[in-house]
């Protein structure tokens, strides 16, 4: 029963990530609902995963341990692509930048 | 010290980086409690990830991943500052310290799920990149700080920078609560850099 309750949250988490990409204003914002939506969806849809499936206990660990690399990677990415933006000359829509003002 | 001139900067900054360098690099780590360390993580990975456990299969495994921890034991654990007997340390960070941590970022990415799904559909916005500073100088301390304050609620890191022995990050926050940098890192780091410090420095 728990597996179906974890899943149904995932889909949604997915579900109001993609609302968000769709609906902030500019990059660093957008990054913030593809990072935290797609690492929180993706975790708990395996997590659903590794409860349902009938298989012996070392194979549902393997789900874990792609849950692990999903949380290890996704923010390190977002952090590259924030960056990266910043340097590239994007302006973000703040209303106080202290980066700017540190790195002229 | 913003008197100070540009070539005496430098020096100190040095100067200041080597002290602390030095500082804690008297309680690091005896070299075999490293290997040990780096053997138990990289074993476990191989029987998880091979699925299996007859008794050639961990034969090899034991094998090829003591060589590796013998060739590559500082990359995984150069950063670890703990004291007391090795077996405790080994009980202390994989019974105590790893399910804290697991149990702290459980509940701070489902909220900051929720915190997003609230902030698409309301659209109340009111985004900003802060700084704050922390305690931490180690470069896998800063690193898990840094991933951890990405996926907390509302904040993403842009930037690390290392100036005059103290560490200070860039935050991309996307609903400003206060510009105080001290206010500001109690709200953004929350017991994260608490935990941290009690392994990495």
């Known amino acids: 029963m728990i597996e179906y309750f974890l899943l149904f949250l995932g889909e949604s988490i997915m579900i109001f990530g993609t609302l968000g990409i769709l609906r902030?204003?500019?990059?660093?914002?957008?990054?913030?609902?593809?990072?935290?939506?797609?690492?929180?969806?993706?975790?708990t849809i395996l997590i659903a995963l590794a409860i349902a499936s009938e298989a012996s206990l070392?194979?549902?660990?393997?789900?874990?341990?792609?849950?692990?690399?999903?949380?290890?990677?996704?923010?390190?990415?977002?952090?590259?692509i924030a960056r990266g933006a910043y340097k590239y000359g994007i302006k973000p829509e703040v209303v106080v930048d202290m980066y700017a003002r540190d790195n002229p | 010290?913003?008197?100070?001139?540009?070539?005496?900067?430098?020096r100190l900054d040095?100067?200041?980086?080597?002290?602390?360098?030095?500082?804690?690099?008297?309680?690091k780590l005896p070299k075999w409690e490293?290997?040990?360390l780096?053997?138990?993580t990289l074993f476990s990975f191989w029987i998880v990830i091979s699925g299996n456990t007859r008794i050639e299969n961990l034969f090899i495994g034991g094998i090829t991943t003591l060589v590796?921890?013998?060739?590559?034991y500082e990359m995984l654990t150069d950063d670890i500052r703990q004291s007391g007997h090795i077996i405790e340390k080994i009980l202390y960070i994989s019974f105590f310290a790893i399910p804290q941590y697991l149990f702290i970022m459980a509940f701070r990415l489902i909220e900051s799920n929720f915190k997003v799904a609230k902030h698409a559909l309301l659209m109340d916005i009111n985004p900003g990149i802060v700084k704050i500073k922390t305690d931490l100088h180690s470069d896998t301390g800063i690193t898990i700080l840094a991933n951890s304050i990405t996926l907390t609620p509302g904040t993403l890191t842009l930037d690390v920078n290392k100036k005059l022995g103290e560490t200070y990050l860039y935050?991309?926050?996307?609903?400003?609560?206060?510009?105080?940098?001290?206010?500001?890192?109690?709200?953004?780091?929350?017991?994260?850099?608490?935990w941290l410090k009690k392994i990495f420095w």
Not at chain 2, 14 to 27: G, H, K, M, P, W
Request: some cysteine.
């Open chain 2, 14 to 27: 040095e100067i200041r980086q080597r002290v602390l360098f030095e500082a804690y690099e008297a309680q």
């Open chain 1, 24 to 43: 902030f204003p500019d990059v660093y914002t957008r990054l913030h609902a593809a990072t935290k939506c797609d690492t929180g969806g993706a975790m």
């Open chain 2, 171 to 194: 935050v991309h926050w996307i609903s400003v609560e206060t510009l105080n940098r001290e206010i500001a890192g109690e709200k953004i780091k929350g017991d994260i850099e608490r």
């Open chain 2, 38 to 40: 780096t053997w138990i």
């Open chain 2, 34 to 36: 490293q290997i040990i």
């Open chain 2, 68 to 72: 590796i921890s013998l060739l590559m």
């Open chain 2, 1 to 10: 010290m913003s008197r100070v001139p540009f070539y005496l900067r430098e």
């Open chain 1, 58 to 80: 070392l194979i549902k660990l393997k789900f874990l341990v792609l849950a692990f690399l999903i949380g290890l990677i996704n923010p390190m990415v977002s952090h590259a």
